[in-house]
């Protein structure tokens, strides 16, 4: 450990230098100007809490009181420049800016649609989907206040790509192109959530998206700037909070939102606060929400109630060239597991729930706006992740803790942003993880165990005419220590990924985009060492110590239109990964449950996704997506098992004045390609009806949205939930949701 920090402090110190004023710092501020201006409403009133972003160059503002902003050290050249507000559509403009001058721009927003954004695995800080080298999706507050669900796999679910795992309503995580568990990884504000979400079937992620501003999805191997257990993909759950980390501003900016479910008697509030003042920033959040036992259309499913606390608060000062940040975080959530008694002979009758504890610290540091010849920004985030988990057998009244789950994380991540403006952009950086894993009781499968982890990552992008080329490398090593009864085990992983990619434009209205991706996951802990009975993967598992890396190859084909009438994009996937790690079923029975060895064998995953908005006038849009993937392993062209089957979504928005109706069609084929003796699922649709009423203003905005959800109250399963032959998913309801953002 004491090595590891050696060389962390060696490389920080190496990354200062490079980014400290030198030779070419005179020269390089000469060749900055600086972007103002206003942005109003439609009726000229100032927008006050508008965020202004200077796509590719790493700058960005808050407006003020009368509409203002001021972007300084923009290093000349020419941008596009987007204004937007929660609830408020996107302008978009460009700027060109001159070495010592002054770009003046005049922005005017009215309620409509986003451009989306994404900041989550990008080389210049905040790019739009459109122009991102990965698929992404990214859904504002507005979008989530308009879905059902609970959690972020409720939020994701229909999106092109995407499926949830789910157990019941407490459990569900996001499931990316067919990727589950350990290929895909959940972040906070670009931090690991450090719960346990990726090694059970019965294990959820809990973060509620009523509190969030944006959820982006970064969808094929991200594992050049995330890590290993990132192969999937990444989810980056995005608080109010964090955009202003960087953008700082006066006054007081904030939200709150009350939403209430009928089929499930859900019951939830969100709130969150930011406090500027001059160079101070204060802020603060909270989250609570209650569901009972949800309704089926023919049963009412008992032990499927859930609830949630989460708070946050921080406090952080932002100077012309540096800021630091503090930030501290409680989660207090528990949920029911439906049926889990069935699973243990002779205990039909328990009831199983699960108790959630996590605290986290978090410390941010910088300086940015350097003028270096070559760097322009350097950051540090460490953080502290303090996870439990109680799994509570119910007998009679009686609670028991049947197993506690502990699991403490250390990460510390340093960053070198380069200059924008030239034809190279991009980041380099170092990551330090700590983990120590411990289970006490009947479902400690795996011994207590600690992993240190340290990467080394760069991610470039150089523009050549119109296009952009992408390449980027990680190393990154992975050590883990088992303490068993009768001795230590250690295995070391030492891997490599890499990429390559090309961002071709076609006259300004089109991109081609093409990704070829080698990436390496180190096993985790549970596939190496778990031992035992574990009903959250309906198994009794025996893990493998003498696995080896897993190594994909991936092709990614994106084809997309940016129109007047007609924008969305089509995506074509392949990943082939040798020593692939699955739980190999046999027929063997032990403590009632089928025996399961994590054996390695080749894979491959393909697939299609796409995603279309048709403009068809005025007050009309139309919005359809789809996804569909086929994994398999390669021995045999076995399929592997819970892969979500061909699945989309359409829905038309029209609007007239303020309110907005959405009639909306949800539907899946059928499953028939299944894992052993994994059964198959039936084809569905499902039909919604929502209805929005939204009101803007200089320092406020309302929504009000109303979703009847399954109208027709059709049963119906998901071919990737563990529970499918037990529980069908919620009936007739109709979830109402009312947020005020003010400024």
């Known amino acids: 450990m004491r090595r590891n920090w050696l060389v962390g402090g060696a490389l920080a110190f190496v990354f200062i230098f490079l980014a400290g004023p030198g030779v070419g710092t005179a020269s390089a501020q000469a060749m900055t100007g600086t972007i103002s201006g206003r942005v109003t409403l439609e009726n000229g009133d100032p927008v006050h809490g508008a965020t202004v972003i200077v796509v590719g160059a790493r700058r960005q503002a808050t407006t003020g009181d009368d509409g203002k902003f001021e972007i300084s050290n923009v290093p000349a050249g020419t941008y596009s420049v987007l204004a937007q507000r929660v609830q408020l559509s996107t302008s978009r403009q460009t700027a060109t800016v001159a070495a010592g ?241 069935l699973l243990f002979e002779g205990e039909e009758e328990a009831q199983v729930d699960l108790e959630v504890k996590r605290q986290n610290v978090r410390f941010d540091t910088g300086i940015r706006n350097l003028g270096g010849a070559f760097a322009d920004a350097f950051r540090v985030t460490a953080s502290y992740l303090d996870y439990q988990h109680d799994e509570l057998e119910i007998e009679d009244g009686a609670e028991s803790l049947g197993t506690r789950f502990k699991n403490q994380i250390f990460t510390v991540r340093a960053e070198l942003e380069q200059r924008a403006g030239g034809r190279w952009n991009g980041r380099l950086g170092v990551e330090f993880l700590t983990r120590d894993y411990q289970a006490i009781g009947a479902e400690a499968l795996a011994p207590a165990t600690t992993q240190n982890a340290f990467s080394a990552f760069v991610y470039e992008e150089v523009s050549v005419g119109r296009h952009r080329v992408q390449f980027g490398g990680r190393a990154e090593r992975n050590a883990y220590e088992a303490s068993f009864e009768d001795g230590v085990v250690e295995r070391n992983f030492t891997g ?31 596939e190496l060492f778990n031992f035992g009975p574990h009903p959250g993967n309906l198994a009794f598992e025996i893990g493998n110590p003498d696995l080896e890396l897993e190594r994909t190859v991936g092709l990614d084909v994106s084809l997309r239109g940016r129109g007047s009438r007609v924008h969305g994009e089509v995506n074509f996937f392949v990943y082939n990964i040798s020593n692939f790690v699955f739980l190999d079923i046999t027929d063997e029975i032990e403590d009632g449950f089928r025996v399961a060895n994590y054996v390695q064998g080749d894979s491959r995953f393909t697939g299609v996704e796409g995603a279309g908005h048709f403009h068809l006038g005025p007050r009309a849009e139309l919005n359809a997506s789809l996804g569909y993937v086929q994994a398999k392993l390669t021995a045999g062209d076995e399929p592997l098992p819970r892969i979500p089957p061909f699945h989309g979504r359409v829905d038309l928005e029209a609007r007239a004045g303020a309110f907005t109706i959405i009639p909306e069609v949800v539907f899946s084929g059928k499953q028939t390609k299944v894992f052993r003796d994994e059964t198959t699922t039936d084809s569905w649709a499902t039909f919604n009806l929502g209805a929005t009423w939204q009101r803007s203003a200089a320092h406020a905005s309302h929504l009000i949205a109303a979703q009847a959800y399954n109208l027709a109250n059709k049963t119906y399963r998901l071919h990737t939930s563990f529970l499918k032959d037990l529980v069908p998913e919620i009936g007739r309801g109709i979830k109402v949701t009312y947020s005020l953002r003010f400024f």
């Open 101 to 341: 001058q002054i770009a003046t721009l005049e922005f005017k927003l009215s309620i409509g649609i986003h451009e989306e954004i994404v900041v989550t695995g990008t080389a210049t800080g905040v790019a739009t989907t459109f122009g991102a080298f990965n698929s992404v999706t990214s859904l504002d507050a507005t979008a989530l206040a308009k879905k059902l669900g609970a959690t972020i796999a409720d939020a994701l679910q229909d999106e092109p790509g995407m499926a949830k795992r789910t157990f019941g309503p407490g459990t569900s995580r996001p499931i990316i192109r067919g990727f589950d568990g350990d290929r895909v990884l959940v972040m906070q504000d670009g931090v690991r959530t450090g719960d346990l979400s990726s090694q059970s079937g019965d294990h959820g992620v809990s973060i509620d998206p009523a509190g969030l501003a944006r959820l982006e999805v970064v969808k094929g191997p991200a594992t050049l700037l995330y890590g290993s257990n990132a192969l999937g993909g990444v989810v980056n759950a995005i608080t109010p909070q964090d955009a202003f980390r960087s953008s700082p501003f006066t006054g007081t900016l904030g939200g709150v939102s009350f939403d209430a479910g009928s089929a499930n008697e859900q019951t939830g509030f969100a709130g969150n606060v930011q406090h500027g003042r001059g160079a101070l920033l204060v802020h603060g959040s909270f989250t609570g929400r209650r569901t009972g036992d949800y309704d089926a259309p023919d049963e009412t499913i008992p032990n499927s109630a859930t609830r949630l606390f989460t708070g946050e608060g921080g406090v952080g000062w932002t100077g012309g060239r540096g800021y630091f940040g503090v930030s501290a975080g409680v989660e207090r959530n528990r949920y029911g597991i439906p049926f889990a008694g």
């Open 496 to 526: 490599a990924s890499g990429s390559v990619g090309l961002h071709a434009d076609i006259h300004g209205k089109g991109a081609f985009v093409v990704n070829v991706t080698g990436a390496s996951r180190a096993p985790a802990l549970e």
